[in-house]
């Protein structure tokens, strides 16, 4: 796509934090606007969609409902064109399918227009009036870029020299699974990625390995806090407030805050501990289980077809070495500067941690001119708080945005008060060191 026109804004990678940009962006047609996807199709994480996972959060953080309800791009008009609206409300689910929510995500890729698949962005610049998006074959200028291109896989250090078929990253694990004959696997990672491969690997009716090992280097294989105080961290008005903070401040609450985002669901926990305990007591199952809490792997070295995983074992400070023929990290997800955007990268500011310095309204600070803007979605969990990886503030992110784009609010997200006083000062009352009351300002 080659054109003299000049976009208002062109968006980087189809998931479903630019998708519901583009939701938004549909109910605004003088806005001229371009969505480009390396994929064929919008395809949420199909490298770990597997049977029976679900969602971990309520399919009313969709892409739309929390800012504009009246959006014909909500899950609920999503099931209302499938005619399933009453079936899904009679099945009761506790938590919604991932399949579901993916069925909508595409449902809503393919209905959207201005969005744009097989074309992956190779390089972006810029020039003294536009940025330039080259593609494969051709490319296109836009005021404004949007960048909705996800996480990468993380691995750790040890892991660069081990990758290949028998060593391989969970966001491959469904390609995998044919290949996997069994014998024996070590599962590194205890956070839901982790917990869903376990369940796969023992569930009825698969070939179960001789031998499986879980490895978590939390002090346990911990839960997800979705409770309503910790829900309370998915706010706009806890992330106003943690805006506000200190670097140094906003890193060590979020590593402290890991819990709220990345424990494993409590009913993946169960049905997993449910499944090991039909194995080792109900059926006559003699697979060997391990689980393996606070452990962290440390070195990793390959012997012919065998690796040799060493672990610090932090309950009581030991070192161990187990064995295995094939090992499936799930060790999450990390922010990676995109490589397209090499022309600009002396031009962006990086924090001390190698992230983007944000601005409010998800805006990247570079030193071109301020009426272009380079917005950046799910790059800020340092800069937002632990909700920005997730789903719960995809819509009001988009509308944080489109308000920026337009230059005033569009959409009304203007705050409530806050139920919870995270700040001091408002008109929240302290003691004084002697003892009087005093408003702190
Ligand atoms: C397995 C899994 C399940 C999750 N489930 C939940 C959940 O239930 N609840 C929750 O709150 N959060 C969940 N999350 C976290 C988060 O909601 C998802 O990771 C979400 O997909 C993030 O959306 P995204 O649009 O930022 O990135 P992605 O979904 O990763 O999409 C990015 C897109 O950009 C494209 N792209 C990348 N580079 C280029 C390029 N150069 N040119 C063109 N296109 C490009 C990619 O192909 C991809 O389609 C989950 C995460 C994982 C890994
Ligand atoms: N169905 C769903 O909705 C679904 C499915 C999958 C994922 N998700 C979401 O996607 C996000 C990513 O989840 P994830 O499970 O892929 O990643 P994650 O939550 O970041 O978990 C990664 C795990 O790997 C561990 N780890 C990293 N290096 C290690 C090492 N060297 N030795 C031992 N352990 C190591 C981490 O330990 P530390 O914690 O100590 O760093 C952590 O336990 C989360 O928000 C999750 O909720 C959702």
Not at 51 to 79: E, G
Not at 126 to 132: I, L, N
Not at 200 to 213: C, K, Y
Not at 230 to 242: I, M, Q
Request: proline residues 5%.
């Amino acid at each position: 796509m080659t054109t003299e026109q000049t976009l208002d804004l062109a968006g980087i990678g189809v998931g479903p934090f630019n998708l519901s940009l583009a939701a938004h962006l549909d109910s605004i047609p003088e806005l001229d606007v371009r969505f480009f996807e390396q994929r064929d199709r919008l395809d949420w994480h199909p490298g770990l969609m597997l049977p029976n996972a679900d969602l971990q959060t309520s399919f009313l953080k969709d892409l739309v409902t929390a800012t504009h309800p009246t959006s014909p791009w909500s899950f609920l008009a999503y099931l209302v064109a499938q005619k399933r609206f009453l079936k899904f409300l009679n099945a009761e689910f506790e938590a919604t399918p991932r399949r579901e929510f993916a069925n909508y995500l595409e449902w809503a890729a393919n209905g959207l227009p201005n969005l744009q698949f097989n074309t992956r962005v190779r390089e972006i610049s810029f020039d003294r009036s536009a940025f330039k998006v080259r593609f494969d074959e051709d490319s296109c200028s836009a005021q404004h870029i949007a960048l909705g291109i996800g996480l990468s896989p993380f691995l750790p250090a040890w892991a660069d020299e081990q990758i290949g078929d028998d060593c391989f990253h969970s966001s491959t694990t469904t390609r995998r699974l044919d290949g996997m004959t069994g014998e024996r696997i070590v599962v590194v990672g205890g956070g839901q990625s982790g917990a869903e491969i376990m369940l796969h690997l023992l569930s009825e009716g698969r070939h179960t390995p001789a031998e499986i090992r879980w490895v978590s280097r939390r002090p346990n294989f911990e839960p997800l806090d979705a409770t309503p105080f910790t829900n309370e961290l998915f706010t706009p008005e806890y992330v106003d407030s943690f805006r506000r903070l200190g670097e140094d401040r906003r890193h060590a609450l979020v590593a402290s805050q890991k819990l709220a985002a990345d424990g494993a669901s409590a009913s993946t926990l169960r049905a997993l501990y449910r499944r090991i305990y039909a194995m080792k007591y109900l059926e006559d199952n003699d697979v060997d289980i391990g689980l393996l809490p606070h452990r962290d792997v440390i070195e990793v070295d390959r012997q012919g077809k065998e690796f040799k995983l060493v672990m610090r074992n932090g309950f009581d400070g030991g070192i161990e070495v187990i064995t295995a023929r094939t090992i499936i990290l799930a060790t999450g997800y990390t922010f990676k500067f995109p490589e397209f955007l090499a022309p600009l990268k002396d031009r962006i500011s990086i924090d001390r941690h190698g992230n983007f310095i944000l601005g409010d309204d998800f805006s990247v600070k570079w030193d071109g001119p301020r009426r272009h803007h380079i917005f950046a979605l799910n790059a800020g969990r340092s800069s937002y708080g632990v909700a920005e990886p997730q789903l719960s503030l995809t819509a009001w992110r988009s509308a944080v945005i489109v308000n920026a784009l337009l230059r005033k609010p569009h959409f009304d997200l203007s705050l409530p008060p806050s139920l919870m006083r995270w700040s001091t000062g408002d008109d929240v009352y302290v003691k004084s060191a002697g003892g009087a009351v005093s408003i702190a300002g």
